[in-house]
T-cell receptor
Framework: AQSVTQLGSHVSVSEGALVLLRCNYS??????LFWYVQYPNQGLQLLLK??????LVKGINGFEAEFKKSETSFHLTKPSAHMSDAAEYFC????????????FGTGTRLQVFP | NAGVTQTPKFRVLKTGQSMTLLCAQD?????MYWYRQDPGMGLRLIHY???????AKGEVPDGYNVSRLKKQNFLLGLESAAPSQTSVYFC????????????????FGPGTRLTVT
């Protein structure tokens, strides 16, 4: 069964520093991959998605992610963190056969210090 | 458009009580989902529906029932609440987008925080 692993349940960065949130998936067949963000006391909002087109995917709020098949990874990055980026981030995966269902990682909470 | 809405936002139940959570979407999506979110466990799928009148079990369906009598509504029921069902419940809806294949982008409601004592 498809699964996704997010390394690091908490990540702390200074404002202006690089943000790197890690996500690895399990399938040998390239799946669909998503990053969602959850601000405090809110639902999840889609940041970006990979669906077999360009391997470098740009999302909202300056975030981007690169699909690397050789590493089975889909890490999320942002060159310069802002205080408003503090939130929980979830990586999710679906495969071609069950594309209507997502499997979520356990989440990474991002803290941004001034 | 309101998107996906959930009622109620908060609820406290005693063990053994029953309740129904309501999810409504105004985007005409065929697919709807119920998840629960627990600390350190991400979101886990409880039940889902691929269209009006159809429902299916997800990863953690025990203790829950669902109904999809209207396309825009998806109800989650707890017949006899247990403390283990204390959680934050999210509803989502999705539609297929065709790119290089068919993918489904899910839209989430704001959540219902349920406490069972």
């Amino acid at each position: 069964a498809q699964s996704v692993t997010q390394l690091g349940s908490h990540v702390s960065v200074s404002e202006g520093a690089l943000v790197l949130l890690r996500c690895n998936y399990s399938s040998s067949v390239p799946p669909y991959l998503f990053w969602y963000v959850q601000y405090p006391n809110q639902g999840l909002q889609l940041l970006l998605k990979y669906t077999s087109a360009a391997t470098l995917v740009k999302g909202i709020n300056g975030f981007e992610a690169e699909f690397k098949k050789s590493e089975t990874s889909f890490h999320l990055t942002k060159p310069s963190a802002h205080m408003s980026d503090a939130a929980e981030y979830f990586c999710a995966v679906s495969d071609l056969e069950t594309a209507d269902k997502l499997i979520f990682g356990t989440g990474t909470r991002l803290q941004v210090f001034p | 458009n309101a998107g996906v809405t959930q009622t109620p936002k908060f609820r406290v139940l005693k063990t053994g009580q029953s309740m129904t959570l309501l999810c409504a979407q105004d985007m005409n999506h065929e697919y709807m989902y119920w998840y629960r979110q627990d600390p350190g466990m991400g979101l886990r799928l409880i039940h889902y529906s691929v269209g009006e009148g159809t429902t299916a079990k997800g990863e953690v369906p025990d203790g829950y029932n669902v109904s999809r009598l209207k396309k825009q509504n998806f109800l989650l029921g707890l017949e006899s609440a247990a403390p283990s069902q204390t959680s934050v419940y999210f509803c989502a809806s999705s539609y297929p987008t065709r790119g290089q294949g068919l993918s489904y982008e899910q839209y989430f409601g704001p959540g219902t925080r349920l406490t069972v004592t």
